[in-house]
Each structure stands twice: as C-alpha cells, then as structure tokens.
C-alpha cells in the first residue's frame, strides 16, 4: 500500500509537470519524481521480502529487510533535500528564465504545444501575462493580431462575451502568470517532500519490528534432540 500510495505521488509529479513543462529548460527538475517513484517500486518489492521473512522468522531475511529498508530510508531523505531545494530558488529560476521566451512563443493556433501551455495555465491558474495582461502587448503575437486584444483564456470564467479587448481590463484576470506557476510547481515539491517524510517514519517502524523480531530469535534456546539413540518411537 506505501509502495503504491507513493508511486501515485511521482506519477502525481510527472503527469502536472506534463502541463508546465514548456516553462522548464532543467529536465533536472524531474530528480524528485523519478526517484520516489523508484522507491516506490524497490519498496513493494522490499515489503514482499519482508512479509515472507517474518512468516518463516529466517534471521539472514529478516536482516536483508533491515539493511535494504536502511538504503531506502537514506535515499528518501536525499528525496527531501532534493525537493526542498527544488521548491526554494530554482523552480523559480527555470520559470522566470522561460516564460518570457514561452510568451514570446505563442501563436494562439490550438495544435502549437506552446500556445496550448499558455491558454491551460491562464485559465487553471486564472491569471493573464507574465506579471500582469499589459505584458501581452509585447509579445509578437499581439502585434501581428493588431487588434488590441489578449487570448481569451485571459478572460474570467464567469463571463460570456468576453473577447479579451484590452479596452474593457475588467473583463480579464488582474494577476500574472509567473508568480501562480512557481506557487503552484513548489505546492508539487512539498507533496514529494511530506510523503517522503511520511514513509520515512513508516520504515523507521518496520526496520525497528524486524530488529524486535530478530532480538527475540536470538533469545530463543537451542532445538536439541529429545532422543539420542539409534532408535525411535
């Protein structure tokens, strides 16, 4: 169940990311994801050897357990450090390196992957521009449109004829698009890093019950046999 809950969490990661990444360059932002969702696979398979270990109580399983469940604790702990890292200046290093060019990039046709990430993150994130609409009018496509006038996924869900005309500001969403994408990306990072955190202190329990089971095989005396002559009953 841990295995899958956090394989849920970087496959969590990658499908979002999925969304924004074209205001990434640093593929390296991934770090995070790949690794808890390869922990989540090793995990599965170390609770598997676990399992059959403490049924049979075989001391070499029980240790093989404890050893693995320790590599993959410290490897969830570079997942923190990594995530932590990633929340703080980077992700909006990447973000405010590429979205000045990702704007720049927008053609407003629905088969361009640019043009699509732009219109998505305007209406998820209910914002428009780069730090506000005016930021529109310096884009190459406002001025080949010339027509005054920002994408209509700048315009408030609420209203239905909205045409994005920069005459009626009203109509279009006041906040930029840079600050909720870095808020929003940072959110993904504190998911790794709780549930990271989380089934850190779910393998602290486990390798502490396997230490208290393989105590108590140590503990336990000798199997002798009852009879030690050439014959038996």
Same mark, same amino acid.
């Given at each position: 169940?841990?295995?899958? @809950?956090?394989? #849920?969490v970087?496959? #969590?990661?990658?499908?979002?990311?999925d969304?924004?990444?074209h205001?990434?360059?640093?593929?390296? &932002?991934?770090? +995070?994801?790949?690794? $808890?969702?390869?922990?989540? &696979?090793?995990?599965?398979?170390? *609770?598997?050897?676990?399992?059959?270990?403490?049924?049979?109580?075989?001391?070499?399983?029980?240790?093989?357990?404890? $050893? @693995?469940?320790?590599?993959?604790?410290?490897?969830?702990?570079?997942?923190?450090?990594?995530?932590?890292?990633?929340?703080? !200046? %980077? %992700?909006?290093?990447?973000?405010?390196?590429? $979205? =000045? !060019?990702?704007?720049? *990039? #927008?053609?407003?046709?629905? +088969?361009?992957?640019?043009?699509?990430?732009?219109?998505?993150?305007?209406? =998820?994130?209910?914002?428009?521009?780069?730090?506000?609409?005016?930021?529109?009018?310096?884009?190459?496509?406002? !001025?080949?449109?010339?027509?005054?006038?920002? +994408?209509?996924?700048?315009? !408030?869900?609420?209203?239905?004829?909205?045409?994005?005309?920069?005459?009626? +500001?009203?109509?279009?969403?006041?906040? *930029?698009?840079?600050?909720? %994408? %870095?808020?929003?990306?940072?959110?993904?990072?504190?998911?790794?890093?709780?549930?990271?955190?989380?089934?850190?202190? @779910? =393998?602290?329990?486990?390798?502490?019950?396997?230490? $208290?089971?393989?105590?108590?095989?140590?503990?336990?005396?000798?199997?002798?046999?009852?009879? &030690?002559?050439?014959?038996?009953?």
């Open positions: 169940a841990a295995a899958g @809950i956090l394989c #849920y970087g496959a #969590y990661v990658f499908i979002t990311y969304d924004y990444d205001f990434f360059e640093d593929v390296y &932002t991934l770090i +995070p994801a790949v690794i $808890i969702i390869a922990v989540g &696979t090793l995990l599965f398979i170390i *609770g598997l050897i676990g399992c059959c270990a403490t049924i049979r109580e075989s001391r070499c399983g029980l240790a093989t357990f404890v $050893i @693995i469940l320790l590599l993959v604790f410290v490897t969830e702990v570079v997942v923190v450090v990594l995530g932590y890292i990633y929340r703080a !200046k %980077v %992700v909006e290093d990447e973000v405010d390196h590429s $979205i =000045q !060019k990702v704007y720049n *990039g #927008y053609n407003g046709t629905n +088969p361009d992957a640019a043009s699509r990430a732009i219109d998505y993150v305007q209406r =998820q994130l209910r914002c428009c521009g780069i730090h506000n609409y005016s930021d529109w009018e310096n884009t190459v496509w406002f !001025k080949q449109t010339k027509n005054n006038s920002v +994408p209509l996924s700048c315009c !408030k869900a609420a209203l239905s004829n909205c045409t994005g005309s920069l005459t009626r +500001p009203m109509d279009l969403y006041s906040e *930029g698009c840079e600050a909720l %994408v %870095v808020k929003k990306l940072q959110e993904i990072m504190m998911y790794v890093i709780w549930a990271a955190l989380a089934f850190a202190a @779910i =393998q602290l329990l486990g390798m502490l019950c396997a230490c $208290i089971v393989l105590c108590r095989r140590s503990r336990d005396p000798a199997y002798e046999l009852l009879i &030690t002559g050439g014959t038996y009953a």
